[in-house]
Nanobody
Framework: QVQLVESGGGLVQAGASLRLSCAVS????????MGWFRQAPGKEREFVSA????????TYTASVKGRFTISRDSAKNTVYLSMNSLKPEDTAVYYC????????????????WGQGTQVTVSS
């Protein structure tokens, strides 16, 4: 079992920054990849970003590329999502997730999920 706990969400104005954290515990391994997804009201959960734990290789969805940065701290077993130049369309519940092996963009492939943290960006 892997436990994931997100934190760092909040209400900010457009153009502001936030950093989300995901604390990872349980049966962790360097063979996992970690990801961030988001879900806005009335919309499906969508892939945001992912990082391979062993190599630090990162991927992003096109709408956040250049604004968001995913990183991990192996000593703290924590994954971060730094979000800059936030836009109202970034408003969603953000979920941390883990998957054995390389990351996938389809949420159904991810085995473990956190409870989510709300990010609201006002215009």
């Amino acid at each position: 079992q892997v436990q994931l706990v997100e934190s760092g969400g909040g209400l900010v104005q457009a153009g502001a920054s936030l950093r989300l954290s995901c604390a990872v515990s349980g049966r962790t391994s360097v063979h996992y990849s970690m990801g961030w997804f988001r879900q806005a009201p009335g919309k499906e959960r969508e892939f945001v970003s992912a990082i391979t734990w062993s190599t630090g290789s990162a991927t992003y969805t096109a709408s956040v590329k250049g604004r968001f940065t995913i990183s991990r701290d192996s000593a703290k077993n924590t994954v971060y999502l730094s979000m800059n130049s936030l836009k109202p369309e970034d408003t969603a519940v953000y979920y941390c997730a883990s998957i054995w092996g390389p990351p996938r963009t389809q949420s159904a492939n991810w085995g473990y999920w956190g409870q989510g943290t709300q990010v609201t960006v006002s215009s």
